[in-house]
């Protein structure tokens, strides 16, 4: 399959209210489903919110409940769904986790955010792996928020083979203006679709709201051939606003992606020794790695 239908959901989650909150997700599944997407993305923690102060009592295990319910409905549906909770691992350690289930029914894998703010440390550990999965339509990589801040994630997806990058996001408004910089930049950086579904609303506990705008991207030189418009500023496919919450898809052609990255991607002209030098005793990564 080389067309695809990708969904980004905006959704408000309010603390406290986690079976209303899920409630609310299953709406905004039926009406991406009614759009014809095969791929939904839901934000991060879309479960509980940001409620990181209480996560002890509000994470829930992966696998578990929440994550049969969530593979039920993608079941139901025949598409793949992206979701962010608060996961109670089983190591004794809280994370901010990413699952991908699938048509079939099942988990099909997570991703533990890495990138962590310092004032979620006290309560979030971090993950370690930037896992690729191979499913129906191509090949998908997940990510959070926080982890647009920084380029090496997008550019190791991208070695790592990904076409389509999910970033569930729960970013607070203040960094609204520089996350959203950062998104189309990511894009190009990564040759990746990249779909941002964001969280709305206010955290209570915190004092602030979250910044919306979710979007769906990719590298503008290749919607310039696709579309042949050859205007700037368009590689945003999708884009919701600040506040509301809403449903945004688009069809893109994985196959012509695959077609334009063969001819115009710049991996082959990497020069990986001269950018990563050996510090306090690291080795360099060689120049296939």
């Given at each position: 399959m080389s067309k695809l239908t990708i969904a980004v959901v905006q959704m408000e989650s309010k603390l406290g209210r986690n079976a209303a909150n899920f409630r609310r997700a299953e709406r905004f599944i039926g009406e991406?489903?009614?759009?014809?997407?095969?791929?939904?993305?839901?934000?991060?923690?879309?479960?509980?919110s940001g409620n990181i102060l209480e996560v002890a009592d509000v994470s829930v295990p992966i696998p578990g409940p929440e994550t049969d319910r969530l593979c039920a409905l993608s079941a139901e549906a025949q598409i793949h769904v992206v979701a962010g909770l608060l996961e109670r691992g089983d190591d004794g350690k809280y994370y901010s986790t990413s699952v991908l289930v699938g048509p079939a029914g099942d988990l099909i894998g997570t991703y533990r955010r890495v990138h962590c703010h310092e004032?979620?440390?006290?309560?979030?550990?971090?993950?370690?792996?930037?896992?690729?999965?191979?499913?129906?339509?191509?090949?998908?990589?997940?990510?959070?928020?926080?982890?647009?801040?920084?380029?090496?994630?997008?550019r190791e997806y991208s070695r790592r083979g990904a076409e389509v990058l999910v970033c569930s996001a729960l970013v607070p408004e203040m960094f609204a203006y520089v996350a959203n910089m950062r998104l189309p930049v990511r894009a190009v950086d990564s040759e990746c679709i990249l779909a941002f579904a964001s969280g709305v609303g206010t955290n209570l506990y915190a004092g602030f709201g979250y910044m919306g705008r979710s979007q769906i991207l990719a590298d503008p030189l290749f919607l310039e051939s696709e579309r042949f418009d050859f205007e700037d500023g368009d590689e945003r496919m999708v884009l919701l606003g600040d506040t509301g919450e809403g449903v945004g898809v688009v069809d893109v052609d994985l196959g012509r992606m695959r077609k334009y990255r063969a001819k115009a991607t710049l991996r082959a002209d990497l020069q990986p020794a001269t950018y990563w030098q050996a510090v306090e005793g690291e080795s360099v990564p060689s120049a296939d790695t």
């Open positions: 991406a489903v009614s759009k014809g997407a095969d791929l939904v993305c839901l934000p991060e923690a879309f479960l509980t004032l979620e440390s006290r309560y979030l550990a971090g993950g370690s792996e930037y896992p690729v999965f191979d499913v129906g339509f191509g090949r998908i990589g997940l990510l959070q928020g926080y982890d647009v801040n920084f380029p090496e994630v997008v």
